[in-house]
């Protein structure tokens, strides 16, 4: 078994020396602020990606056709849906320049275009006001925004697996995940203030640009503190060694095709596929569709099964702290396997006493954001040490966002369907067999089967 590298790279010598001269003049590597840079824009990704979901109701009317509030409403979720699908095409064009042009610059731009995005929507003019091009103008952001956030987690994942330190790689997986916990929980504050200030009258009359404008102000906030991280030594000596500074214009760099490479890796692709699809699908189970499940099931009204999500989300960023620690002492796959085997075997008979009023619903949505909180700590920094540096971002980014495009993106129309048709109950069933499928998985690889510095 291939042990882990500190990070800590020889003195360059011949075609290296040029890669490590051309980054003296980059900020001294500060493994905190690198942390911050990496955090900061999974708050961002998560805000973004949440606020225009709950804003929906609200400006659906302004800036969607259609001949009822419903069918206006489903045009706009559909926007959302759209932005599902490009995830994996974002995964491959920005993961690729993430991996041929820099940590720092794949990570500046997915964060720039996310803000972008969202200070774009917050000034598209409506529906009324220039016709059919609003609804396209929003739909097209949604896309670029789409694109970016695919490639927003695997570059972070590239980048604290070589910049975090040795030791603590995975406590600084389980922080930078924790923002995506962070910005879900920030959009619904945002959400919460502009309906007290305004009312919901006022949010429907146009206050919920402010919402976009927020998320906009936020994502420059995160960009200035990026473009000020130091660039990963892992990249800048994998670079040197091919012989590429790496500031270089992608027209003159002739980086090798990363195909062949994954291609040869395809078990370990498989691998964080699976994994992605369990606790995706155990995310959007107990964080989207739980208070609608509970309600169907009898077990709780929309609004007490929210108030208990509330304290599952301290317990899932309680687990993934302490599953971080865990991993950096005794493995990743110990601590991923036993929050898989939890969701497993625990998740139909909880969710069953559940129904039945035998355990209270903030109990059982504590214990199951817990258990899904191991597997979320380690699973960013596990995956990017599955791949070898030069594809690492692709990798990594290809069969997450094609899990979460799968198993995410279609988790609230399946939950919908199955409940319309008679069958609440079997809901359970699916993110219990994902993450059964997940734990097996595990077993394909080994800890550690690639070194995180190039030259091992």
């Known amino acids: 078994m291939t042990s882990i590298e500190t990070g800590r790279q020889p003195k360059a010598t011949g075609p290296a020396a040029g890669a490590v001269a051309a980054t003296a003049a980059a ?22 990606w949440t606020i225009y979901g709950i804003l929906a109701p609200y400006f659906a009317e302004a800036l969607f056709p259609g001949t009822s509030p419903t069918a206006k409403l ?28 820099g940590r720092r610059y794949g990570l500046t731009l997915t964060v720039g275009l996310i803000a972008a995005g969202s200070l774009f929507l917050a000034v598209v003019p409506g529906y ?90 936020l994502g420059l906030t995160a960009l200035w503190i990026r473009r000020g991280a130091a660039e990963s030594g892992v990249f800048t000596a994998a670079a040197g060694k091919a012989g590429q500074a790496p500031e270089a214009k992608a027209a003159d760099r002739k980086a090798p095709s990363p195909w062949p490479v994954l291609r040869a890796h395809l078990g370990r692709l498989a ?3 699976a994994i992605t699809s369990g606790a995706t699908t155990a995310f959007y189970f107990v964080t989207v569709d739980f208070p609608s499940y509970a309600e ?13 999500l509330l304290l599952g989300m301290v317990a899932l960023l309680a687990a993934m702290l302490g599953g971080g620690k865990a991993a950096d ?53 596990f995956a990017g040490q599955l791949f070898p540096p030069a594809v690492r971002a692709v990798a990594v980014g290809l069969p997450t966002a094609a899990a979460i495009s799968l198993f995410g993106g279609t988790f609230p129309m399946l939950a919908e369907l199955l409940r319309s ?4 109950a079997w809901l359970p069933w699916w993110p219990a067999l994902t993450a059964a499928a997940a734990l097996a998985a595990s077993w394909g690889v080994r800890e550690h089967p690639e070194s995180v510095t190039p030259h091992a």
């Open 271 to 273: 691998v964080v596929f």
């Open 27 to 48: 900020p001294a590597r500060r493994p905190r602020r690198e942390l911050a840079a990496a955090t900061v824009g999974s708050v961002v990704e998560a805000y973004d």
């Open 421 to 424: 048709a008679g069958h609440n």
């Open 128 to 217: 009324a006001s220039i016709g059919l091009a609003a609804p396209l103008l929003v739909v097209g952001a949604r896309l670029v925004q789409g694109l970016s956030v695919g490639a927003e987690n695997p570059s972070v994942a590239a980048y604290v697996t070589e910049t975090a330190p040795a030791g603590r790689r995975y406590f600084y997986s389980a922080v930078s995940y924790g923002g995506v916990v962070l910005g879900s929980a920030l959009s619904f504050i945002v959400m919460n203030v502009l309906l007290g200030v305004f009312g919901e009258s006022g949010v429907e009359d146009g206050a919920w640009r402010y919402g976009f404008v927020f998320g906009g102000l």
């Open 329 to 381: 002492r005794f493995g990743a796959l110990p601590v991923l396997r036993l929050g898989f085997a939890g969701l497993a075997l625990g998740s139909v008979p909880l969710l069953l006493a559940m129904n039945s009023g035998r355990i209270p619903v903030p109990v059982v949505t504590v214990v199951l954001l817990f258990l899904l909180g191991l597997p979320l700590a380690v699973s960013n920094v």
């Open 74 to 101: 489903i045009a706009a979720y559909l926007g959302f849906a759209l932005g599902f699908l490009v995830r994996p095409l974002g995964s491959v064009l920005i993961g690729r320049l993430t991996d041929t042009r």
């Open 296 to 308: 169907s099931a009898g077990a709780a009204t929309k609004e007490e099964t929210s108030a208990a």
